[in-house]
């Protein structure tokens, strides 16, 4: 090897070491202040959003046609996950607000809740990752009947089913 290659290949080490040390650094200084910032993500919602190993989930999806089937019956309660705000404006009659990351930072507002009775949750947009990462931890909360609208709030509007709340 050349003399003149070696101390440039140490400095090149030497410089990718404290790149490495100081991009840890920051991951870890960033993970730090986001656990413990109010308006933080939570580890236990970065967990819920890798895959399941089991590759089962224990909740089950419904049309919008079946959950609005269900709403006539009486046979479920609606959790409404939209940010406070929006439920305010308009949302399914006799929902609750459960917006996602007020339950986040405080799974224990279900906890008065029937873990027996049906629930289906709901977001605005269809297949929304929140409701499912919702319906996830309802299940492992001991919920045992939970249900995902596949159509979102913004099908239940199309298909002018009832709402209250708003100028509808």
Not at 50 to 65: A, C, F, I, K, N
Request: hydrophobic letters at 40%; charged letters at 25%.
């Amino acid at each position: 090897m050349s003399p003149f290659l070696l101390p440039f290949k140490n400095r090149v080490r030497r410089t990718l070491f404290r790149i490495i040390v100081i991009a840890l650094g920051a991951l870890i200084v960033g993970i730090l202040v986001n656990q413990f910032h109010n308006k933080g993500i939570r580890w236990n919602i970065l967990l819920l959003s890798l895959p399941e190993l089991s590759g089962t989930s224990e909740w089950t999806t419904v049309s919008t046609d079946s959950a609005f089937f269900l709403f006539l019956q009486q046979e479920a309660c609606f959790i409404d996950i939209r940010h406070g705000d929006e439920f305010e404006i308009d949302r399914i009659p006799g929902s609750i607000s459960l917006p996602f990351f007020d339950y986040f930072k405080n799974s224990d507002l279900m906890d008065e809740r029937d873990r027996e009775s049906a629930y289906i949750l709901y977001d605005f947009q269809r297949h929304s990752k929140s409701v499912r990462l919702v319906a996830k931890q309802l299940v492992k909360d001991g919920f045992r009947h939970i249900y995902v609208m596949q159509g979102g709030y913004i099908e239940w509007l199309d298909r002018k089913y009832p709402v209250e709340g708003g100028d509808r």
